[in-house]
Every structure is written in C-alpha cells, then in structure tokens.
C-alpha cells in the first residue's frame, strides 16, 4: 500500500533562518507531489507541484522554493524565513497519469511552522 | 483557468439537521469533483467524490450532486452529528495536473 511520511511534524525558526521540509512517498512510481499551505484558520494554498523529477511548478511567487531530487522525494525550502511563511504545510500525492481522469489526493501528517 | 468557489465560509446547524455546502467551478474541463474533511490539526481526508458522467452520489449521510450545465458541485450531510463539525474542502482540477481547493466552510454542529 502507498503511504506518504512528511517531517517534521512542528518545527520553532527564527525569522532570517532557512527552512528544509521533507516529504516522501512509498508505494508507488511517479506520482504527482504537492506542496501547500494553510494560514490559521484558512483555506489550502497551493505552492508547488511537480509530475516528474525535476519538474516544478510554482503557483505563489515568494521567499520559497521546491524541489524534486527523486521520484519520491519532494522538498520545500526557504533561504531566509519570514513572520508570514508561518502556517500549516502539507504535502500531498495524486497517482501517475496514463490518461486516468483525477482522482484522490493523499495527504501528508502536515508540518506546523511557526516563524518567532 | 481554473478557479473554484465555496460558500458559505462557516455554517452553524442544530444536532439532526442538514447541511448544504456548493462549490462553483469555472473551467468546462473540470471532470472529477471531490470534498475533503479536515478536522482540528488534522490532514484533509476524501469523504466523497463524483465523475463528470454522473449526476449524484451517496454514501449513507453524505451526497455530493453535480450540476455540469451551471457548473457547481454541492455537498449534502443529513442527520448532522456533533463529530461532523470540521472544515470542508471542495477541490477542482479543470482536467489538469494542478489541484486546486476551496476556501473551505467551517461547519458547526450544536447538540
């Protein structure tokens, strides 16, 4: 069966530190991955997704970047944080295409960021 | 493009009544329309999805009815029940790889 790991689960940074959120998928080949992030008591924004390695798309020009060094693997990064990238993140996964029409997204455990 | 509405943003019913919630989709293509819930700190999980060849799905108290003319997709709880109080995503893809969420409805039901 696939399952999603996403780590870490709460993470305290200063404003002006990097951020490195991971996130894999097991149980599956070339899935779509997904990166969003949910403000205190808000809606799901999407910040990047990715159909292959490599491939990145980013939906909201800010301070944070994606990338995808494996198939599996997707990460979230950031090189200098601020008070306002604190939220909810959370990774997500969509089975591969082959001319499928969509179907469920499986959502990480999420990772709580709280930028101090 | 793709661009998904939901309404209302918070809905309060008494213990044993019902729930609408509609999203609006705009893209012609949009062929798959699902709702998540999402409990307090929790991840958003599918509770019910319905394809673009159908009109109306159930699952005991949960519905979902398309309607593909005017272009919205509406979620129904019956029988609410205090464990039904979340936050509800609905989500579209307009037949794309990007999957894109509501704006979510905060659902509040009082015993």
């Known amino acids: 069966s696939q399952t999603i790991h996403q780590w870490p689960a709460t993470l305290v940074q200063p404003v002006g530190s990097p951020l490195s959120l991971e996130c894999t998928v097991e149980?599956?080949?070339?899935?779509?991955l997904y990166w969003y992030r949910q403000a205190a008591g808000r809606g799901l924004q999407l910040l990047f997704y990715?159909?292959?390695?490599?491939?990145i798309s980013s939906e909201v020009p800010q301070n944070l970047s994606a990338s995808r060094p494996q198939d599996r693997q997707f990460i979230l990064s950031s090189k200098k944080l601020l008070l306002s990238d604190s939220g909810f993140y959370l990774c997500?996964?969509?089975?591969?295409?082959?001319?499928?029409?969509?179907?469920?997204?499986?959502f990480g455990q999420g990772t709580r960021l709280t930028v101090v | 493009g793709e661009n998904v509405e939901q309404h209302p943003s918070t809905l309060s019913v008494q213990e044993g009544d019902s729930a609408v919630i509609k999203c609006t989709y705009s893209?012609?293509?949009?062929?798959?329309f699902p709702w998540y819930k999402q409990e307090l700190g929790k991840r958003p999980q599918l509770i019910i999805d319905i394809r673009s060849n159908v009109g109306e799905k159930k699952d005991q108290r949960i519905a979902v009815t398309l309607n593909k003319t005017a272009k919205h997709f509406s979620l129904h709880i019956t029988e609410t029940q205090p464990e039904d109080s979340a936050v509800y995503f609905c989500a579209d893809t307009a037949g794309t790889y990007k999957y894109i969420f509501g704006t979510g409805t905060r659902l509040k039901v009082l015993a």
């Open positions: 893209d012609s293509a949009s062929n798959y």
């Open positions: 990715s159909v292959g390695i490599g491939q």
């Open positions: 997500a996964w969509t089975p591969a295409r082959t001319g499928a029409m969509n179907t469920e997204a499986f």
């Open positions: 149980g599956t080949s070339n899935p779509n």
